[in-house]
């Protein structure tokens, strides 16, 4: 008996060292790395188990042999260079090097003669959204994060079966963490009607490696010409006239012209990657015109090749801003890189404003929060709090010229975890409509100063201290 126990005993011993070489020769931060090798050596086994699961980055190498078997090329009439951005960048010539550090750090090209509106609230996004469901001809592919069983995604899954009828061709992909929101699914609901949709991360194991995780991106595109993204998912909560205690406000975009393409590339790399079926032709990806003067960039981020590409890209916007940068987040959880980028800005002049909401849906992480908001307030950063409801909009405006939109968070989770999608946009009144929307939040917020939060009682401020040292996990 107590051979095999030292038989055992060796073999997870070298089990630990084995995987212990892996995080060494694989992890980039040396403080994920030590935390891996601390729980292999002190938990040999569970250690080892947990890591398997989600300590190895299996979606790099996947994706990066399955996806963008569809490259964005754009029609040479929309290609878009940094030369093409004098008239845009007029008020703001310096953001023309922000131009060039997108360039290299994404794959996809900048596009010309795009449309961009926007929406607040579903009260104003869904109806939009349906509207273009119940008009598609070809096609309709939709991907989200949550997919309520109420009202609203009954409403969304009656008009895709409507579609599905008409002889449309229909994808729906839900996350599978998402999917747990609610109950019961609507991937089972969808299915009893018809209508094609999966999971990303459809089997186990990967459902279970898929929990961390997660595709966090909201993407509808109709007949390959007229995209809507943002932070919104499909359920009743965005309704503010539901008259429910947990309602939530957002701003969702709907998009028009070359820019569109993009979208729905995405769209297909991730349907591919949970089914194995690669949309293509011009019943996905019809021939596009010029619809406005926005010019626009989708940007991928996600736990694969581009893993902190989207990092970059705000790192670059904060180190360019010269007037004002402003940022509205239902989760502010920044790395220090981030919030040494914004403290320099401030430093320098430039106007910070940081938009987020006095009460959360999730109080664990709105602790964390708390706990670190005195990092920006000690070098004059503004932060203000927004009353109920809660606010999940997210967006960046940098000079009055440069937006970002999309579904990414300021948290560890959406810039090193998730599957988001976000796009950048060069173009004046739509950067100055959206400052009007920060500005209306400000008009109705409370601005936090360093002494509100340094006069926390000392039970609050351990508490949210605490939950501050999870922020990786959040």
Known sequence: MELWYSIAAALVSVLALI?????????????????W??????????????????????????????????????????????????EPLQHAPHLN??????????????????????????DHAYPEMLAAINEAEESVTLATYIFGNDRIGQAFALALRRAVQRGVEVR????????????????????????PVARFFPKLPARLIGMNLRNHRKLLVVDGQVGFTGGMNIRVNHMLDAGRRRATRDIHFK?????????????????GFATGEWLDGPTWFPELKAEGKVIARGLRAGPDE??????????????????????????????????????????????VDIVLPAHSNLPFVHWAMMAQLWQVLEFDCRVWLTPPPFDHSKLMVVDGTWSLIGSANWDPRSLRLNFEFNVECYNGHLAQALEKEVDDRIAHARQITLQDVDSRSLPVRLRDGVFRLFTPYL
Not at 24 to 35: G, V, Y
Not at 50 to 56: Q, S, T
Not at 259 to 266: E, F, G, H, K, S
């Open 19 to 35: 995987a212990s070489g892996h995080v060494i020769l694989t992890k980039r931060d040396p403080r994920a790395a030590m935390a």
């Open 37 to 86: 090798v601390g729980l292999l050596f002190l938990v040999p086994l569970l250690g080892a188990i947990l890591y398997y699961l989600f300590g190895i980055n299996r979606i790099r190498h996947r994706a990066s042999a399955l996806n963008r078997r569809y490259l964005e090329r754009p029609d040479p009439e929309f290609a878009c260079t940094t030369s093409d951005l004098i």
């Open 97 to 122: 090097g922000l131009a060039e550090v997108t360039e290299r750090v994404s794959v996809r090209p900048m596009v010309m003669g795009n449309a961009v509106d926007y929406y607040v609230d579903g």
């Open 172 to 195: 729906v992909l839900i996350d599978n963490a998402g999917e747990r929101y609610t109950w019961p699914s609507m991937v089972g609901e969808l299915e009893r009607m018809g209508v």
């Open 255 to 271: 998009l028009k012209g070359p820019i569109v393409r993009q979208l729905q590339a995405v769209f297909s790399d991730d349907w």
């Open 306 to 351: 581009n893993l902190r590409k989207l990092e970059w890209v705000m790192l670059a916007a904060i180190s360019m801003a010269r007037h004002n940068i402003r940022i509205m987040t239902p989760y502010f959880l920044p790395d220090r890189h981030l919030i040494s980028a914004l403290n320099l800005a401030s430093m320098r002049g430039v106007q």
